[in-house]
């Protein structure tokens, strides 16, 4: 069974930078999907970016554009969500998700979330 901790979050400012870390452990990363999914208050939560078990990665949230970056270190067993030029609008609670190999948008496929952590852009 798939553990999923997230970290990483916190306060920045508009344009800033932060990487967020998506620790598995009780499964590898070769037969899991991961997918960053956000939740800002009052909204849906809305997928992000996802890589699949082979390493082929999916942008969900046009918003993100080329900002956001999805890539993991097998070894380490950690996907990372590294995001740029961040904006007042990508505040939220971000969680890492996981399924059996292939990516998916829709949130109700992932059998495995992490706790989340809170993203805060504002200046």
């Known amino acids: 069974q798939l553990q999923l901790v997230e970290s990483g979050g916190g306060l920045v400012q508009p344009g800033g930078s932060l990487r967020l870390s998506c620790a598995a452990s009780?499964?590898?990363?070769?037969?899991?999907?991961i997918a960053w999914f956000r939740q800002a208050p009052g909204k849906e939560r809305e997928g992000v970016l996802c890589?699949?078990?082979?390493?082929?990665?999916?942008k969900y949230a046009v918003s993100v554009k080329d900002r956001f970056n999805i890539f993991r270190d097998i070894a380490k067993n950690i996907v990372y969500l590294q995001m740029s030029g961040l904006k007042f609008e990508d505040t939220a609670v971000y969680f890492c998700?996981?399924?059996?190999?292939?990516?998916?948008?829709?949130?109700?496929?992932?059998?495995?979330w992490g706790q989340g952590t809170q993203v805060t852009v504002s200046s």
């Open positions: 890589i699949s078990s082979s390493g082929d990665t999916t």
């Open positions: 998700a996981g399924k059996f190999r292939s990516c998916s948008s829709v949130p109700g496929s992932y059998t495995y």
């Open positions: 009780g499964d590898t990363l070769d037969y899991n999907a």
